[in-house]
């Protein structure tokens, strides 16, 4: 496959001319592109090709095989339903941004080496960043910028692991990197900065509510998911994930739980959800990898749709937080359908996506016998289902009237959100289709008895007691710390607090040579000063009287 | 009707909904308990009514953990980076 085109050098070029156009021409060309893009990536052959040799380095631009097609199909899918929820958006410099960041996302899972992995991924975050900030406000430009810092950082720690990997293997070949390498620990850590592993996570939840309405469908969707993607080519089976993933999902799930912010709240399961998706990686069988990808899979889809329904209120009622919202099902009744859709499928209830994949992964767990992995992702479903299924319908959809009338979204927005509502639906009553894509073949069924009931059982009793603690779960006009305290709040007062001691140690010091200097120029002043004894004017009286003392004295001298 | 109609005909009904509901989870405890366990993994898997179990305290703690968290540690005014 040597004649292949890169599906990325589509988009990158399909962006440059997204910048070229304008009005209606415009709007066809955003859909005509990821349509275009998405065929490609359906046709594309397995296989490699644009191998080349840098500086002894061999490098691979396009590797297709079954794990990075589960990827660039789904991202490919959600490329053209972001694009179609963002049509009626009047932003080029966001139109672009988010293409050639899907673009750069598929380059990534297409990298068969390090290097163009590296360069790929440096280029999601410079073009990502754009989506928070063209909410041109300075609450979004804030967060860009710690956006920024935190991956630039990340991304550093990857290189570094990197060039230790290269010079230890004599290889930037992508595959499993073996656990000796010099790099494994840098390199797995630059990757769990962007799969938001707790410490590392606070970039996500700080950055994405405040990106735009349209971008954060793209956020949402690829940073995360790119790096499950290296994390399962690079680091499958590595125990610690294990660990980290369990850590992860609840710590989302409870954070979750204390937002206000809808799309914050939506964020924290991201990280929740992701959280499902690392452990898999750890427990690295076959049916826990084929749970983690299709997981990822059905992730992206209702994870956007639960954005986009989200979006579509901050569009329509211009507000975020709960406590600001209520009442909104009679207005926008076709959103908040569709974005129950999204909650049903993220909560794992039969008949929908996330039933189908997440409980993979349980199964994965239960096959090896991990009881406490098991009970604790059974444990985060229920705050899944707690949070988005019954928290944000009740304090936002339902609930108070707020007496906000919003009109019903953009049919644009409504299409993408129907489009991705059908998919959760279609994969929930059709698993085949997205098992049959997974990178081995899966032995799984969702649909026993034993498993519908437990399930049914776990979501609607902890609805229950949802019901009975009504009083106590509405959000509250708080924020909550997480662990960007450190770099918001500490980190400057403590650099506050080393300015002023240099400062104060600066003065004290010019203070104290200034002194010197004065007493210096003061005691100059005495002896050299026009009133100075050095420079006091002689009368030339005594000047004769001296001389003559003088040759008296020699003239003695003499004579003696 | 409208959509929206509809969905505030199921809102002011909001009690016959809740009725056929309780309704629904005692049918589930009762299938759960009378149709033997399909699993083994785990002992819990043979208890019947266990997932309604777990899923109600479950819920209990989470709410709680979360709830302490809050008001002991994380909670903080709106403005508190703004300064």
Same mark, same amino acid.
């Given at each position: ?95 672009? +941004?988010? !293409? #050639?960041? &899907?673009?750069?996302?598929?380059? %990534?899972?297409? *990298?068969?080496? $390090?290097?163009? /992995? ?83 996570? +606070?970039? !996500? #939840?700080? &950055?994405?509510?405040?990106?735009? %309405?349209?971008? *954060?469908?793209? $956020?949402?969707? /690829? ?88 979006? &579509? ?248 | ?83």
């Amino acid at each position: 496959m040597t004649d292949v085109l890169h599906p990325s050098l589509l988009l990158f070029f399909g962006a440059a001319v997204v910048a070229l156009l304008r009005g209606r021409l415009q709007q066809a060309w955003m859909l005509l592109l990821p349509a275009g893009v998405l065929a490609m990536v359906f046709s594309l052959p397995l296989g490699s090709a644009g191998a080349m040799n840098l500086f002894g380095m061999e490098l691979l631009i396009l590797r297709v095989d079954t794990l990075s097609m589960v990827f660039a199909t789904v991202f490919a899918i959600i490329t053209l339903i972001g694009a179609l929820y963002a049509l009626h958006v009047r932003d080029t410099t966001q139109h672009v +941004a988010a !293409l #050639t960041y &899907a673009g750069a996302a598929l380059g %990534v899972v297409f *990298a068969g080496d $390090l290097i163009t /992995l590296y360069v790929f991924w440096e280029l999601m975050v410079f073009s990502s960043v754009w989506l928070i900030w063209c909410r041109r406000n300075p609450v979004s430009m804030a967060a860009g910028f710690r956006y920024l810092i935190i991956h630039a950082l990340g991304g550093v720690v990857l290189l570094g692991g990197i060039i230790l990997h290269f010079l230890d293997v004599g290889s930037v070949a992508f595959d499993a990197i073996a656990s000796d390498s010099a790099g494994y620990y840098l390199i797995l850590i630059g990757f769990m900065v962007n799969a938001a592993v707790p410490p590392l996570h +606070a970039w !996500l #939840t700080d &950055a994405y509510p405040e990106a735009t %309405v349209t971008g *954060a469908i793209f $956020l949402s969707a /690829l940073t995360t998911k790119t790096a499950i993607y290296t994390l399962i080519r690079g680091f499958p089976g590595a125990e610690l994930l294990v660990g980290f993933g369990l850590v992860m999902a609840l710590y989302g799930v409870i954070y979750a739980f204390l937002a206000n912010d809808i799309r914050r709240l939506l964020a924290y399961h991201i990280i929740s959800q992701v959280g499902y998706m690392v452990t898999g990686i750890g427990l690295g069988t076959i049916m826990a990898l084929n749970g983690t990808a299709s997981h990822a899979f059905t992730h992206i889809l209702y994870k956007a749709l639960l954005f986009m329904g989200a979006g &579509a209120v901050i569009h329509m009622t211009g507000r975020a937080k709960m406590t600001e919202l209520g009442g909104l099902y009679r207005y926008m009744p076709i959103t908040f359908l569709l974005y129950m859709i999204g909650g049903l499928s993220i909560s794992a209830f039969p008949l929908t996506s996330g039933f189908v994949s997440k409980t993979m992964i349980l199964e994965a767990a239960a096959l090896d016998q991990r009881a406490i992995v098991w009970l604790l992702l059974a444990l985060v479903s229920v705050g899944t289902f707690l949070s988005t299924v019954l928290k944000i319908p009740w304090f936002a959809f339902l609930g108070q009237d707020s007496g906000l009338r919003p009109k019903e979204a953009p049919w644009n927005m409504l299409l993408a959100m129907g489009i991705a509502a059908f998919l959760c639906i279609y994969i929930g009553i059709f698993p085949g289709w997205l098992y049959s894509l997974m990178p081995a073949p899966v032995d799984y069924n969702a649909y026993t008895v034993g498993h519908v009931l437990w399930e049914l059982q776990l979501l609607l009793f902890a609805g229950v007691g949802f019901f009975l603690l009504l009083k106590y779960v509405g959000g509250k006009p708080k924020i909550s710390l997480d662990t960007d305290w450190l770099y918001r709040w500490l980190l400057p007062k403590v650099a506050l607090s080393a300015e002023r001691l240099v400062d104060s140690l600066w003065s004290r010091m010019l203070g104290g040579l200034m002194r010197r200097l004065t007493w210096l120029v003061t005691t100059l002043i005495q002896h050299h000063g026009p009133q100075g004894i050095l420079a006091r004017t002689w009368p030339t009286g005594s000047m004769v009287l001296w001389v003559a003392v003088m040759l008296a004295a020699s003239l003695l001298v003499y004579y003696l | 009707m409208t959509l929206g109609k509809w969905l505030e005909v199921l809102v002011n009904n909001g009690v016959v909904l809740r009725r056929i509901m309780y309704v629904f989870l005692a049918g589930l405890v009762i299938a759960d308990l009378l149709i033997p366990s399909s699993y083994d993994r785990f002992p819990w898997e043979s208890w019947g009514g266990f997932g309604a179990a777990y899923g109600f305290l479950g819920c209990l703690l989470l709410i709680g953990i979360a709830k302490a968290l809050g008001h002991w540690l994380v909670y903080r005014s709106e403005d508190y980076y703004d300064d």
